[in-house]
Protein backbone atom coordinates (compact mmCIF):
# COMPACT_ATOMS: atom_id res chain seq x y z
CA UNK A 1 0.00 0.00 0.00
CA UNK A 2 1.44 3.34 -0.81
CA UNK A 3 -0.15 6.83 0.01
CA UNK A 4 -0.11 9.83 -1.55
CA UNK A 5 -1.53 13.45 -1.86
CA UNK A 6 -4.14 12.21 0.87
CA UNK A 7 -5.10 8.86 -1.46
CA UNK A 8 -4.37 5.06 -0.89
CA UNK A 9 -3.37 2.81 -3.68
CA UNK A 10 -4.06 -1.02 -3.49
CA UNK A 11 -3.85 -4.35 -5.44
CA UNK A 12 -6.95 -5.70 -5.52
CA UNK A 13 -5.92 -8.53 -2.81
CA UNK A 14 -4.44 -5.28 -0.28
CA UNK A 15 -7.94 -3.71 -1.47
CA UNK A 16 -10.34 -7.10 -0.29
CA UNK A 17 -8.28 -7.29 3.16
CA UNK A 18 -8.36 -3.47 3.67
CA UNK A 19 -12.47 -3.65 3.28
CA UNK A 20 -12.37 -6.64 5.27
CA UNK A 21 -10.96 -4.54 8.30
CA UNK A 22 -12.78 -0.96 8.24
CA UNK A 23 -16.31 -0.09 9.55
CA UNK A 24 -18.12 2.20 7.87
CA UNK A 25 -21.44 4.05 9.55
CA UNK A 26 -23.04 5.29 6.29
CA UNK A 27 -25.84 3.06 4.86
CA UNK A 28 -24.20 1.55 1.70
CA UNK A 29 -26.99 0.17 -0.71
CA UNK A 30 -25.80 0.15 -4.32
CA UNK A 31 -22.70 0.82 -6.54
CA UNK A 32 -22.15 2.82 -9.31
CA UNK A 33 -20.09 1.85 -12.15
CA UNK A 34 -18.46 4.96 -13.83
CA UNK A 35 -15.65 5.10 -16.51
CA UNK A 36 -13.32 8.28 -17.29
CA UNK A 37 -13.55 8.45 -20.92
CA UNK A 38 -10.96 11.23 -20.47
CA UNK A 39 -8.55 10.75 -19.03
CA UNK A 40 -8.33 7.37 -21.26
CA UNK A 41 -5.78 4.43 -21.41
CA UNK A 42 -3.09 6.97 -23.30
CA UNK A 43 -2.69 9.15 -20.34
CA UNK A 44 -1.80 5.70 -17.69
CA UNK A 45 1.96 5.67 -18.00
CA UNK A 46 1.97 2.93 -15.65
CA UNK A 47 2.87 4.79 -12.48
CA UNK A 48 1.12 8.06 -12.79
CA UNK A 49 -1.59 6.42 -10.60
CA UNK A 50 -1.84 9.21 -7.67
CA UNK A 51 -1.00 12.52 -10.21
CA UNK A 52 -4.01 11.47 -12.16
CA UNK A 53 -6.29 10.85 -9.07
CA UNK A 54 -4.86 14.35 -7.88
CA UNK A 55 -5.70 16.10 -10.98
CA UNK A 56 -9.48 14.44 -11.28
CA UNK A 57 -9.63 15.80 -7.56
CA UNK A 58 -8.41 19.20 -8.65
CA UNK A 59 -10.92 18.87 -11.40
CA UNK A 60 -13.65 18.08 -9.48
CA UNK A 61 -12.64 20.73 -7.25
CA UNK A 62 -12.04 23.94 -8.93
CA UNK A 63 -14.11 23.05 -12.49
CA UNK A 64 -16.77 21.14 -10.67
CA UNK A 65 -17.48 23.21 -7.10
CA UNK A 66 -17.53 19.94 -5.46
CA UNK A 67 -16.50 19.68 -1.69
CA UNK A 68 -13.83 16.56 -3.15
CA UNK A 69 -13.37 14.04 -6.22
CA UNK A 70 -16.34 12.71 -6.61
CA UNK A 71 -15.80 9.04 -6.80
CA UNK A 72 -14.86 6.67 -3.59
CA UNK A 73 -12.59 4.64 -5.93
CA UNK A 74 -10.78 4.67 -9.58
CA UNK A 75 -9.55 1.79 -10.88
CA UNK A 76 -6.37 1.79 -13.01
CA UNK A 77 -5.37 -0.12 -16.48
CA UNK A 78 -3.18 -2.33 -14.29
CA UNK A 79 -5.50 -3.38 -12.13
CA UNK A 80 -4.25 -0.85 -9.11
CA UNK A 81 -7.36 0.84 -7.37
CA UNK A 82 -7.05 4.45 -5.65
CA UNK A 83 -9.24 5.87 -3.05
CA UNK A 84 -11.12 9.03 -3.50
CA UNK A 85 -13.72 10.65 -1.16
CA UNK A 86 -14.30 9.13 2.26
CA UNK A 87 -16.72 6.25 2.07
CA UNK A 88 -18.65 7.84 4.80
CA UNK A 89 -18.98 10.94 2.12
CA UNK A 90 -22.08 10.90 0.13
CA UNK A 91 -20.33 10.82 -3.59
CA UNK A 92 -21.19 13.09 -6.61
CA UNK A 93 -21.41 10.16 -9.13
CA UNK A 94 -25.76 9.74 -10.79
CA UNK A 95 -27.57 12.72 -10.41
CA UNK A 96 -30.40 11.54 -8.42
CA UNK A 97 -28.81 8.16 -6.90
CA UNK A 98 -26.06 9.09 -5.23
CA UNK A 99 -27.58 8.50 -1.55
CA UNK A 100 -26.43 5.36 0.36
CA UNK A 101 -24.31 4.88 -3.33
CA UNK A 102 -20.26 4.41 -3.82
CA UNK A 103 -18.87 5.29 -6.82
CA UNK A 104 -16.21 4.09 -8.95
CA UNK A 105 -14.65 5.40 -11.84
CA UNK A 106 -12.62 2.82 -13.87
CA UNK A 107 -9.87 4.16 -15.83
CA UNK A 108 -10.20 4.72 -19.65
CA UNK A 109 -12.84 5.02 -22.23
CA UNK A 110 -15.01 1.84 -22.81
CA UNK A 111 -17.27 3.36 -25.57
CA UNK A 112 -16.45 0.59 -28.88
CA UNK A 113 -13.59 1.31 -30.62
CA UNK A 114 -11.70 3.12 -28.05
CA UNK A 115 -9.46 1.83 -25.27
CA UNK A 116 -9.71 -2.03 -25.18
CA UNK A 117 -10.00 -3.07 -20.98
CA UNK A 118 -6.46 -5.24 -19.92
CA UNK A 119 -7.00 -8.75 -18.40
CA UNK A 120 -6.09 -7.21 -15.26
CA UNK A 121 -8.33 -4.36 -15.15
CA UNK A 122 -11.22 -5.97 -15.95
CA UNK A 123 -10.57 -8.50 -13.43
CA UNK A 124 -10.48 -5.60 -10.43
CA UNK A 125 -13.19 -4.55 -11.51
CA UNK A 126 -15.50 -7.74 -11.24
CA UNK A 127 -13.36 -8.51 -7.78
CA UNK A 128 -13.90 -5.12 -6.12
CA UNK A 129 -17.67 -4.82 -7.14
CA UNK A 130 -17.91 -8.58 -5.50
CA UNK A 131 -16.27 -7.73 -2.37
CA UNK A 132 -18.07 -4.59 -1.60
CA UNK A 133 -21.50 -5.89 -2.56
CA UNK A 134 -20.37 -8.66 0.31
CA UNK A 135 -18.80 -6.36 3.32
CA UNK A 136 -22.12 -4.32 2.47
CA UNK A 137 -24.75 -7.31 1.64
CA UNK A 138 -26.03 -5.83 -1.75
CA UNK A 139 -27.70 -8.12 -3.87
CA UNK A 140 -25.58 -8.56 -7.26
CA UNK A 141 -28.34 -7.41 -9.25
CA UNK A 142 -28.79 -4.47 -11.60
CA UNK A 143 -31.47 -2.92 -9.35
CA UNK A 144 -27.91 -2.29 -7.20
CA UNK A 145 -25.36 -2.34 -9.15
CA UNK A 146 -26.15 0.31 -11.65
CA UNK A 147 -24.49 1.99 -14.84
CA UNK A 148 -24.81 5.86 -15.03
CA UNK A 149 -25.97 4.67 -18.80
CA UNK A 150 -29.19 4.44 -16.96
CA UNK A 151 -30.45 7.88 -15.34
CA UNK A 152 -31.59 10.64 -17.41
CA UNK A 153 -28.70 13.70 -17.05
CA UNK A 154 -31.72 16.31 -16.61
CA UNK A 155 -34.44 14.26 -14.72
CA UNK A 156 -32.24 11.76 -12.43
CA UNK A 157 -34.39 9.70 -12.75
CA UNK A 158 -33.88 6.05 -13.63
CA UNK A 159 -34.87 5.45 -17.71
CA UNK A 160 -32.49 2.72 -18.04
CA UNK A 161 -30.65 4.46 -21.12
CA UNK A 162 -33.48 6.42 -22.90
CA UNK A 163 -33.63 10.18 -22.94
CA UNK A 164 -30.97 12.30 -22.10
CA UNK A 165 -27.61 9.46 -20.96
CA UNK A 166 -24.00 9.17 -21.05
CA UNK A 167 -22.72 6.43 -22.54
CA UNK A 168 -20.74 6.12 -19.08
CA UNK A 169 -19.06 3.11 -18.34
CA UNK A 170 -19.00 2.80 -22.07
CA UNK A 171 -20.69 1.17 -24.84
CA UNK A 172 -18.44 -2.02 -24.74
CA UNK A 173 -18.22 -2.21 -20.68
CA UNK A 174 -18.25 -5.71 -20.26
CA UNK A 175 -19.77 -6.35 -23.92
CA UNK A 176 -22.44 -3.34 -23.52
CA UNK A 177 -23.56 -0.76 -21.32
CA UNK A 178 -27.71 -1.84 -21.39
CA UNK A 179 -29.06 -3.11 -18.65
CA UNK A 180 -29.16 -6.77 -20.49
CA UNK A 181 -25.91 -6.33 -21.28
CA UNK A 182 -25.24 -5.99 -17.31
CA UNK A 183 -27.39 -8.86 -17.02
CA UNK A 184 -25.83 -10.71 -19.29
CA UNK A 185 -22.32 -10.28 -18.92
CA UNK A 186 -21.09 -8.33 -15.68
CA UNK A 187 -23.79 -9.42 -13.21
CA UNK A 188 -22.94 -12.84 -13.64
CA UNK A 189 -18.79 -12.38 -13.35
CA UNK A 190 -19.81 -10.58 -10.36
CA UNK A 191 -21.60 -13.36 -8.77
CA UNK A 192 -19.34 -16.00 -9.47
CA UNK A 193 -16.25 -13.92 -7.96
CA UNK A 194 -18.71 -13.15 -4.76
CA UNK A 195 -19.26 -17.29 -4.74
CA UNK A 196 -15.12 -17.20 -4.41
CA UNK A 197 -14.51 -15.06 -2.09
CA UNK A 198 -17.12 -17.50 0.14
CA UNK A 199 -15.38 -20.45 -0.64
CA UNK A 200 -11.60 -20.29 -1.46
CA UNK A 201 -10.39 -17.43 0.83
CA UNK A 202 -10.12 -16.70 4.34
CA UNK A 203 -11.60 -13.62 5.70
CA UNK A 204 -12.38 -12.43 9.21
CA UNK A 205 -16.09 -13.09 10.35
CA UNK A 206 -18.48 -10.77 8.42
CA UNK A 207 -19.46 -7.70 10.73
CA UNK A 208 -22.12 -8.69 12.83
CA UNK A 209 -25.80 -8.06 12.17
CA UNK A 210 -27.68 -5.00 13.51
CA UNK A 211 -30.66 -6.74 15.50
CA UNK A 212 -32.71 -3.34 16.02
CA UNK A 213 -32.30 0.53 16.63
CA UNK A 214 -32.73 2.58 19.73
CA UNK A 215 -33.07 6.28 20.42
CA UNK A 216 -31.21 7.93 23.06
CA UNK A 217 -33.93 9.13 25.27
CA UNK A 218 -31.81 11.40 28.16
CA UNK A 219 -29.95 14.54 27.73
CA UNK A 220 -26.69 12.66 27.86
CA UNK A 221 -25.98 8.75 27.66
CA UNK A 222 -22.68 7.10 28.53
CA UNK A 223 -21.01 4.66 26.61
CA UNK A 224 -18.86 2.11 28.90
CA UNK A 225 -16.54 -0.93 28.06
CA UNK A 226 -19.01 -3.43 29.18
CA UNK A 227 -22.54 -3.86 29.95
CA UNK A 228 -22.92 -2.62 33.39
CA UNK A 229 -22.65 0.70 34.98
CA UNK A 230 -19.18 0.00 37.17
CA UNK A 231 -17.34 -0.87 33.96
CA UNK A 232 -15.10 2.02 32.66
CA UNK A 233 -16.38 4.85 30.28
CA UNK A 234 -14.91 4.22 27.22
CA UNK A 235 -12.35 7.12 27.01
CA UNK A 236 -12.09 8.18 23.12
CA UNK A 237 -15.99 8.02 22.73
CA UNK A 238 -18.64 10.93 23.52
CA UNK A 239 -21.71 10.12 25.23
CA UNK A 240 -24.56 9.88 23.24
CA UNK A 241 -26.89 12.50 23.55
CA UNK A 242 -30.21 13.25 23.24
CA UNK A 243 -32.36 11.78 20.06
CA UNK A 244 -29.31 10.02 18.99
CA UNK A 245 -29.80 6.45 16.92
CA UNK A 246 -27.78 4.07 18.12
CA UNK A 247 -27.63 0.24 16.47
CA UNK A 248 -27.66 -2.39 18.84
CA UNK A 249 -25.61 -5.43 17.71
CA UNK A 250 -26.30 -7.50 20.92
CA UNK A 251 -28.35 -7.45 24.35
CA UNK A 252 -27.52 -8.53 28.15
CA UNK A 253 -29.17 -7.47 31.46
CA UNK A 254 -31.14 -4.54 29.84
CA UNK A 255 -27.68 -3.32 28.12
CA UNK A 256 -26.79 -2.50 24.24
CA UNK A 257 -23.68 -3.32 22.69
CA UNK A 258 -23.69 -0.54 19.98
CA UNK A 259 -20.40 -0.50 18.12
CA UNK A 260 -20.20 -4.20 15.97
CA UNK A 261 -16.21 -4.31 16.54
CA UNK A 262 -15.96 -2.75 20.04
CA UNK A 263 -16.93 -3.09 22.95
CA UNK A 264 -19.17 -0.19 23.10
CA UNK A 265 -22.58 -0.51 25.93
CA UNK A 266 -25.06 1.99 26.97
CA UNK A 267 -27.78 1.04 29.90
CA UNK A 268 -31.13 0.50 27.55
CA UNK A 269 -33.24 2.17 30.24
CA UNK A 270 -32.48 5.52 28.57
CA UNK A 271 -33.49 4.35 25.27
CA UNK A 272 -36.41 3.68 23.39
CA UNK A 273 -36.68 1.09 20.39
CA UNK A 274 -36.08 2.97 16.59
CA UNK A 275 -37.09 1.90 13.41
CA UNK A 276 -36.13 2.42 10.37
CA UNK A 277 -38.04 3.08 7.06
CA UNK A 278 -37.60 4.21 3.54
CA UNK A 279 -39.41 7.12 1.66
CA UNK A 280 -41.13 5.37 -0.86
CA UNK A 281 -43.09 8.75 -2.39
CA UNK A 282 -40.63 10.93 -4.50
CA UNK A 283 -41.69 13.70 -2.49
CA UNK A 284 -42.70 13.08 1.55
CA UNK A 285 -43.81 16.47 3.50
CA UNK A 286 -42.67 16.39 7.20
CA UNK A 287 -45.13 18.51 9.34
CA UNK A 288 -45.15 19.57 12.77
CA UNK A 289 -47.68 17.20 14.13
CA UNK A 290 -49.21 13.96 13.08
CA UNK A 291 -52.19 15.50 10.54
CA UNK A 292 -52.45 17.18 7.15
CA UNK A 293 -54.12 20.16 8.90
CA UNK A 294 -50.47 20.53 10.58
CA UNK A 295 -48.02 23.04 9.42
CA UNK A 296 -45.26 22.18 6.48
CA UNK A 297 -41.57 21.98 7.56
CA UNK A 298 -40.02 20.40 5.01
CA UNK A 299 -39.62 17.37 3.08
CA UNK A 300 -38.14 14.46 2.26
CA UNK A 301 -37.00 12.20 -1.17
CA UNK A 302 -37.80 8.58 -2.54
CA UNK A 303 -35.03 6.53 -0.86
CA UNK A 304 -34.51 8.85 2.08
CA UNK A 305 -33.55 6.62 5.49
CA UNK A 306 -35.76 7.48 8.48
CA UNK A 307 -35.41 6.69 11.88
CA UNK A 308 -39.27 6.48 13.60
CA UNK A 309 -38.98 7.22 16.78
CA UNK A 310 -43.64 7.33 17.88
CA UNK A 311 -46.53 6.26 16.06
CA UNK A 312 -49.58 7.97 16.13
CA UNK A 313 -52.81 7.46 14.08
CA UNK A 314 -50.82 6.20 11.17
CA UNK A 315 -48.57 8.94 11.20
CA UNK A 316 -44.96 9.26 12.36
CA UNK A 317 -42.26 11.19 14.27
CA UNK A 318 -39.11 10.98 12.28
CA UNK A 319 -36.92 13.15 14.98
CA UNK A 320 -37.11 14.07 18.98
CA UNK A 321 -38.67 17.32 17.96
CA UNK A 322 -41.82 17.26 16.23
CA UNK A 323 -41.07 16.29 12.90
CA UNK A 324 -43.98 13.83 11.13
CA UNK A 325 -44.57 12.09 8.11
CA UNK A 326 -47.65 10.24 7.20
CA UNK A 327 -46.94 6.53 7.79
CA UNK A 328 -48.28 5.52 4.23
CA UNK A 329 -45.48 6.77 2.43
CA UNK A 330 -42.42 4.68 4.07
CA UNK A 331 -41.22 1.22 3.60
CA UNK A 332 -39.84 -0.78 6.82
ZN1 LIG B 1 -20.33 8.30 -15.23
Redesign the pocket.
Known sequence: METKYGFTKLSIEEFESWLNKISVARTIKYIQE?HTAIPGYEHFTGSNHFERQKSMRDFHVVERGFSDIAQQFTTFPDGSIVTGRSLEKTPS?IKGFNSHSICIEHFGNFDKGKDEMRKEHAETIVRMTAALCRKFNIPVDTDHVVY?HWFDLNTGKRTNGTGST?S??GTAFFGGNTVDDAQNNFIPLVKSALKKIGANISVPDAPPEVLRYAWVTTNTLNVRKGAGADFDKVADREPAALGAVLRVYKEKDGWLKISASMNHWVNGKFTAEAKRAIVTADTLNMRTGPGTNFEKKGSFKKGDELFIYKEENGWCRVGVEEKWVSGEFLKQ
Open positions: HGHKCP
